[in-house]
């Protein structure tokens, strides 16, 4: 059965600062692995997509890297900013179903 | 607005009713599921539709059954809810590699 573990469960940081966020995962047979924002009281919103056969993706301030061999992904975040906080959640997707880490709560204090 | 819609947003209910979360989506999307979200336990998905006709079990069947008569909706029905079933509830669909997810029902059970 397919584990995803994401640490640390929380973080805060002052704003301006470079961070990264941790997800490892058991099996490496996936189809791709996703990373989600999640609001307080909302829904969850698709950062970035890295398919299997990829090692990064980018976008904006956002990058998400992927070492399948060894189950592990990273989100690193540039410069962050207070409209960064949230809940920080990965998910691998692999046969028609998502697994979801329970995410990292992240606080980017003014 | 295309998206996925969920209701009702907040639902209590007493131990032993039943009751049914709508999920409906007009981007034509072929796979729909279900997830519940619990406290440090992230989401884990409870059914979900491949197509018109086409259901099966997640990770946490037991309690739920779905159907999908139409390609836009895809109702999830508690039968007889318990306390364990206190969660917030999640709609997604999907074509490709690309999810949306709806903002949810947050469900309480006494």
């Known amino acids: 059965k397919q584990e995803v573990t994401q640490i640390p469960a929380a973080l805060s940081v002052p704003e301006g600062e470079n961070l990264v966020l941790n997800c490892s995962f058991t099996?490496?047979?996936?189809?791709?692995l996703q990373w989600f924002r999640q609001d307080p009281g909302k829904g969850l919103t698709s950062l970035l997509l890295i398919q299997s056969s990829q090692r990064e993706q980018t976008s904006g301030r956002l990058n998400a890297s992927l070492d399948k061999s060894s189950g592990r992904s990273t989100l690193y975040i540039a410069a962050s900013q207070p409209g960064d906080s949230a809940t920080y959640l990965c998910a691998v997707y692999n046969f028609n179903k998502f697994y979801f880490g329970s995410g990292t709560k992240l606080n980017v204090k003014p | 607005n295309a998206g996925v819609t969920q209701t009702p947003k907040f639902q209590v209910l007493k131990t032993g009713q039943s009751m049914t979360l709508q999920c409906a989506q007009d981007?034509?999307?072929?796979?729909m599921s279900w997830y519940r979200q619990d406290p440090g336990m992230g989401l884990r998905l409870i059914h979900y539709s491949v197509g018109a006709g086409i259901t099966d079990q997640g990770e946490v069947p037991n309690g739920y059954n779905v159907s999908r008569s139409t390609t836009e909706d895809f109702p999830l029905r508690l039968l007889s809810a318990a306390p364990s079933q206190t969660s917030v509830y999640f709609c997604a669909s999907s074509s490709g590699a690309s999810y949306t997810f709806g903002s949810g029902t947050r469900l309480t059970v006494v």
């Open positions: 981007m034509n999307h072929e796979y």
């Open positions: 099996d490496s047979a996936i189809y791709n």
